[in-house]
């Protein structure tokens, strides 16, 4: 089944020459069907960029998936047009009494800055707070994932001295979770961050099952018991050339990044990359829709209810 977006969004071109099954919101109208309703709270900075390659994860489900774009703020954009932000993006107001099947909070690039610093930490905190009794399951990616340990557990900002960057091997625990159904016993991913994520440190602060690790990275992948809360610190979501760009980006702003790992053929920057995350990206997205959102959330969501979920669901 096809992703449902709004007729003019710029990735509605882009995701139909991938011959991705995409449905214009005119035609969706006309189906008897009751797709999810995700919530997609861009955090980063290049909004088209980043929504287009959500759409694309979300798209690879035999579930008919409705997208609703959601701001932070109404603070002005450097990198999207204020109109593409006002055509197709929501503020928490006009949502805030919805519920909703899943929500994503994406990245954002603040690795470095307190969170108190953060300009809409209150606000975030704020959407986090409401989730809870009106989103079935939570996906918090990179950024957002540390957020969420803040708010959640109270865990204090873990940072790496350097910048983690480039794709890394994972082992998956706890084969049979619903999350890894379907994963290799092993599997690449990107990174691209200085927040840290030491597994022993979660595993004696938090009650998270951590389900994919990385000798290198920490963890990559984790939820709460009841799945309706799930972490990805790396970015299953980028294009084959994101981390290349973010690399040239760095180099032009003098800061002397590492070349990424794993990632350029013969770790030579010359040579254009590849990417070997793909299709673990898709398997996860398809998981989390399928498992974590899907089996759990009422068919009617006048009817959602925090206390329908156990641990043991």
């Not at 082992?171 to 961050?193: E, V, Y």
Request: with cysteine.
């Amino acid at each position: 089944m096809p992703i449902k977006i709004p007729d003019q969004l710029p990735a509605t071109d882009v995701l139909r020459k991938e011959n991705i099954f995409i449905m214009a919101e005119s035609r969706a109208s006309t189906q008897e069907i009751r797709p999810l309703k995700v919530l997609l709270l861009n955090l980063m900075p290049k909004k088209i960029e980043t929504e287009t390659q959500f759409l694309r994860l979300l798209s690879n489900s035999p579930l008919q998936v409705d997208i609703e774009l959601l701001r932070i703020d109404d603070r002005p954009s450097k990198n999207t047009p204020e109109e593409h932000l006002n055509a197709f993006y929501r503020q928490f107001e006009m949502v805030r009494h919805r519920n909703f099947d899943g929500l994503i909070i994406t990245g954002a690039p603040l690795g470095l800055v307190q969170f108190k610093d953060v300009a809409y930490w209150d606000h975030l905190q704020h959407i986090m707070a409401w989730a809870k009794d009106h989103v079935t399951s939570t996906l918090y990616v990179c950024w957002a994932a540390q957020a969420a340990l803040k708010l959640l557990y109270n865990l204090p900002k873990q940072t790496r001295d350097e910048k983690l960057s480039g794709v890394y091997h994972h082992d998956i625990h706890q084969p049979f979770h619903p999350l890894l159904r379907g994963f290799d016993d092993t599997f690449l991913a990107p990174h691209s961050r200085y927040a840290d994520f030491d597994a022993n440190y979660l595993a004696q602060h938090t009650d998270l099952d951590l389900l994919a690790t990385s000798e290198v990275a920490g963890v990559y992948l984790a939820s709460t018991k009841d799945k309706r809360h799930v972490f990805v610190t790396g970015h299953p979501e980028y294009d084959a050339y994101t981390l290349h760009q973010e690399y040239v980006r760095d180099l032009a702003e003098g800061l002397q990044p590492p070349i990424p790992v794993n990632y350029y053929p013969n770790d030579n920057p010359d040579n254009p990359p590849r990417a070997s995350w793909r299709s673990h990206g898709h398997l996860l997205f398809s998981n989390w829709l399928n498992y974590c959102v899907y089996q759990q959330t009422p068919y009617d969501l006048e009817h959602f209810s925090e206390d329908r979920f156990t641990k043991d669901d």
